[in-house]
């Protein structure tokens, strides 16, 4: 029957819908070609600027937004990316990158011949004026409208405004600024590389129409050090100074970087090295290997801004725990002036291999700061270890820390090092010494351990002699565990002082131990460890940053401007 025929839908609206499928294509694989596309316009962006980063005589370094409101130095365009030269402080953006070099010429670190070595004339770059800067002729702040035509000199810092420099400063020259003292002239290196064509060594003539003040800084950075702070440092303090006194150890290591000493006045150089410990460390050899050349007379002194995580032989030098910005470049630049000379004692730390390992060659390492054999040291060696593995997680001073105190809480349910004195036999200066039932010794040459604590001194009301790092005596404490480390880090309480002595000798008699020598650490067999002194380093002393715990100063030590 008719009604009982039952409507429905037509059978080809059951089917998918071409339109639709063209559609869901088109959705689907759309935002695909654009992010293709986008990348390949980025990717050849970054080919066409790195071409013209390769012709150019700037520094470039890309930067994705500047950290403050920044203009272009061509066009005076507000600009949120762009290029930032390192030696002159050029910031441009994409589109003004082929005609800056033709405008503002970077920073030469040599005149050419046909300049007058002895008439430096101002450098002038444009825009981005610090809003704290003054020009030099009216007196009125420059700066307060970055787009304006406001000038700074990039060798003496001079900030001037377009209008005054047009009608005052035409013929003025340069006479370095501030840092006057610690810049080489690029007249400087142009006369020295025509002594050299004339087969004259007489650096000292040469260097003596600069004055007795002239103490030249030679920067020696650890890009890797840190918080990796050292690749912005390198920047800034290429701006300040001249570039050529600015190296990145990474990449020129310090024996190398050093050899400029030998083309500057004797005994006047002075070298600041931006890192940890360690960084230090590598540097104070590279001087050891110029004493060994026989170029003593060259020796700088050297001032230290801490980067790493400990900072100890810093500290006790009063350049502080660790730098993170917080002060100007320009003012540790100051600092660096102030700051006088003194003498660091440095140690053989010698492992003689016993038994089986006997065969092995006896190892050798240099200590500045401290030896230890126990839970410090196995904190640091499981730190290294896991560092190895993924250095880029340990890029952080708290997170670094907090390592640290998960190690020293594990060994304090473990305790690996127990019944150390059981396993050492203790000798200061051919004396065998009793030892009390410890877990740890530790072998100190400067005031600070662990990241500030002073070991040796400590807490109660008991007098010791003072630990000093020039008097040739190394100070021995011992410590019963990781608990009591963490306690005298808090100072709640102290450590077991053993005493003082010029040679200290330690035999290991059980099977494997860690050890650990200014940072680092190792395990090590059966062995006789032997540290006896072995020369002295010419320091920089900062008394600016000395914290309350710093009883000596450097008013007790010596004269270091004697040759050793």
């Known amino acids: 029957m008719e009604g009982d025929q039952r409507s429905g839908p037509p059978a080809q609206s059951l089917l998918p819908d071409g339109h639709l499928v063209l559609w869901t294509l088109c959705s689907v694989l759309m935002p695909v070609l654009i992010t293709l596309w986008c990348s390949?316009?980025?990717?050849?962006?970054?080919?066409?600027?790195?071409?013209?980063?390769?012709?150019?005589?700037?520094?470039?370094?890309?930067?994705?937004?500047?950290?403050?409101?920044?203009?272009?130095?061509?066009?005076?365009?507000?600009?949120?990316?762009?290029?930032f030269c390192d030696c002159c402080g050029l910031r441009v953006d994409e589109g003004c990158l082929k005609k800056v070099d033709k405008r503002f010429p970077c920073k030469e670190i040599m005149l050419k011949n046909d300049k007058a070595a002895d008439a430096m004339p101002h450098h002038w770059i444009r825009g981005n004026v610090p809003l704290c800067s003054y020009c030099v002729i009216?007196?009125?702040?420059?700066?307060?409208?970055?787009?304006?035509?406001?000038?700074?000199?990039?060798?003496?810092?001079?900030?001037?405004?377009?209008?005054?420099?047009?009608?005052?400063?035409?013929?003025?020259?340069?006479?370095?600024?501030?840092?006057?003292?610690?810049?080489?002239?690029?007249?400087?290196?142009?006369?020295?590389?025509?002594?050299?064509?004339?087969?004259?060594?007489?650096?000292e003539v040469l260097a003596s129409k600069f004055g007795k003040q002239w103490t030249p800084l030679i920067i020696l950075a650890n890009s890797r050090s840190g918080t990796n702070m050292g690749e912005g440092l390198l920047g800034e303090f290429k701006i300040l100074l001249n570039?050529?006194?600015?190296?990145?150890?990474?990449?020129?290591?310090?024996?190398?970087?050093?050899?400029?000493?030998?083309?500057?006045?004797?005994?006047?150089?002075?070298?600041?090295?931006?890192?940890?410990d360690g960084t230090v460390g590598w540097v104070l050899d590279a001087i050891d290997e110029m004493k060994i050349k026989g170029q003593e007379q060259y020796i700088p002194e050297v001032a230290v801004l801490p980067?790493?995580?400990?900072?100890?032989?810093?500290?006790?030098?009063?350049?502080?725990?660790?730098?993170?910005?917080?002060?100007?470049?320009?003012?540790?630049?100051?600092?660096?002036?102030?700051?006088?000379?003194?003498?660091?004692?440095?140690?053989?730390?010698?492992?003689?291999?016993?038994?089986?390992?006997?065969?092995?060659?006896?190892?050798?390492?240099?200590?500045?700061?401290?030896?230890?054999?126990?839970?410090?040291?196995?904190?640091?060696?499981?730190?290294h270890a896991h560092r190895e593995k993924a250095p880029s997680l340990f890029s952080s001073r708290i997170l670094n820390k907090a390592v640290y105190l998960f190690y020293g809480t594990k060994d304090c349910l473990v305790q690996e090092c127990k019944d150390l004195n059981k396993k050492i036999e203790l000798e200061l200066d051919g004396e065998r010494v009793e030892l009390p039932n410890l877990e740890g010794i530790i072998v100190l040459n400067i005031g600070y351990w662990g990241g500030g604590?002073?070991?040796?001194?400590?807490?109660?009301?008991?007098?010791?002699?003072?630990?000093?790092?020039?008097?040739?005596?190394?100070?021995?404490?011992?410590?019963?565990?990781?608990?009591?480390?963490?306690?005298?880090?808090?100072?709640?309480?102290?450590?077991?002082?053993?005493?003082?002595?010029?040679?200290?000798?330690?035999?290991?008699?059980?099977?494997?131990?860690?050890?650990?020598?200014?940072g680092e650490p190792w395990a090590q067999g059966p062995c006789?460890?032997?540290?006896?002194?072995k020369t002295h380093a010419l320091m920089l002393y900062f008394?600016?940053?000395?914290?309350?715990?710093?009883i000596s100063s450097p008013s007790d030590h010596e004269d270091v401007k004697e040759a050793e």
């Open 528 to 533: 006789t460890v032997t540290i006896t002194h």
């Open 40 to 83: 390949l316009q980025r990717s050849r962006r970054q080919l066409h600027r790195r071409d013209i980063f390769r012709k150019s005589k700037h520094c470039w370094r890309d930067t994705d937004l500047f950290s403050h409101p920044t203009y272009c130095c061509v066009c005076a365009q507000h600009i949120l990316q762009g290029a």
């Open 453 to 518: 604590c002073r070991l040796w001194e400590g807490m109660g009301d008991e007098t010791y002699p003072l630990a000093r790092h020039d008097d040739g005596l190394l100070e021995i404490v011992g410590v019963y565990g990781s608990f009591h480390c963490a306690q005298i880090q808090v100072k709640l309480a102290n450590p077991f002082r053993i005493g003082q002595a010029h040679t200290v000798r330690l035999t290991l008699k059980c099977s494997m131990m860690p050890m650990q020598v200014d």
């Open 243 to 276: 570039p050529v006194q600015v190296f990145d150890v990474t990449k020129t290591p310090p024996l190398k970087a050093l050899q400029l000493c030998t083309l500057l006045p004797y005994r006047s150089v002075r070298v600041l090295v931006c890192g940890g």
């Open 138 to 203: 009216c007196r009125q702040q420059c700066g307060s409208q970055p787009k304006l035509c406001d000038y700074r000199c990039i060798w003496c810092q001079t900030t001037v405004h377009d209008e005054c420099m047009r009608s005052s400063l035409k013929s003025e020259k340069c006479d370095f600024g501030e840092f006057r003292n610690l810049i080489i002239p690029p007249s400087y290196l142009t006369s020295i590389n025509q002594m050299r064509k004339d087969k004259n060594t007489n650096y």
């Open 307 to 383: 980067l790493g995580t400990g900072n100890d032989l810093s500290n006790t030098l009063g350049w502080g725990t660790g730098y993170a910005g917080e002060i100007p470049v320009a003012q540790v630049l100051r600092n660096v002036m102030e700051a006088d000379g003194i003498k660091l004692d440095r140690w053989k730390v010698q492992v003689t291999n016993k038994g089986y390992y006997n065969l092995r060659k006896p190892k050798e390492f240099t200590m500045n700061n401290y030896f230890s054999v126990g839970p410090d040291a196995l904190m640091a060696l499981n730190f």
């Open 543 to 550: 008394s600016g940053e000395q914290s309350d715990d710093d």
